[in-house]
């Protein structure tokens, strides 16, 4: 890559498959949102880009060094990235490009010293549900489930609506299609079987997002 196509990428600000930090400052915040990239679809992560999309530059080597010492201590199971470093004119960029890890659910080390799990929901890392965890664990059986599936006219109404919005309440989702909860619940319980949703828990509250 280079700064043109760099410049491009950080136009497209911080998503759930982009994330710009300045340098590795606190380890289990960096190790965090590593995972929850690779828990998730995969993507990148921009070292030497602040929040204002700037390029500040950094010491390629000693920011490796740092990622590499949490990519040992701060996650489980070992995580492999990439690392690319690409020169421009306001200094030198560190670019991780995150797999979408086939040895997931990958776990980050917290300042209290427990694994958890996160998921990458929008540009924030949130603890997943248990549920997911299960689920990301069995994703890959679930592929050949997905292919085979016709959707119901109100699973399609779902899904179009969360083309379009980022989420979805099971309150949300009985009136849009005019169901029971019981009937819906049993949709959104299925359709995060297969992958094609997952399930979100922040503090109480329950929401669904495309898989």
Not at 88 to 102: F, Q, Y
Not at 133 to 143: G, H, R, Y
């Amino acid at each position: 890559m280079n700064e043109y196509q760099l410049q491009k990428l950080i136009q497209n600000g911080e998503s759930k498959t982009l994330e710009f930090k300045l340098k590795v400052t606190k380890p289990t915040r960096f190790a965090k949102t590593l995972s929850s990239i690779a828990n998730t679809k995969g993507g990148i992560l921009l070292v030497g880009v602040n929040d204002q999309q700037e390029i500040i530059g950094i010491d390629p080597f000693k920011e490796q060094n740092a990622i590499e010492e949490i990519l040992k201590h701060h996650i489980t199971p070992t995580l492999v990235i990439n690392f690319v470093t690409i020169e421009t004119d306001n200094g030198i960029v560190l670019l991780l490009e995150i797999p979408n890890s086939p040895l997931k659910p990958h776990k980050a080390l917290s300042r209290e010293g427990k694994w958890i799990t996160h998921i990458r929901y929008n540009d924030k890392s949130i603890e997943m549900s248990n549920k997911s965890i299960k689920l990301a664990t069995n994703e890959q059986i679930s592929e050949p489930v997905k292919l085979k599936r016709k959707f119901t006219k109100q699973e399609t109404s779902l899904l179009d609506f969360l083309s379009e919005n980022e989420k979805i309440t099971l309150k949300q989702f009985c009136q849009l299609v005019n169901f029971s909860e019981r009937r819906a619940r049993r949709i959104l319980h299925e359709l995060t079987v297969i992958g094609l949703l997952q399930e979100h828990s922040i503090e109480k509250d329950i929401f669904y997002s495309l898989g």
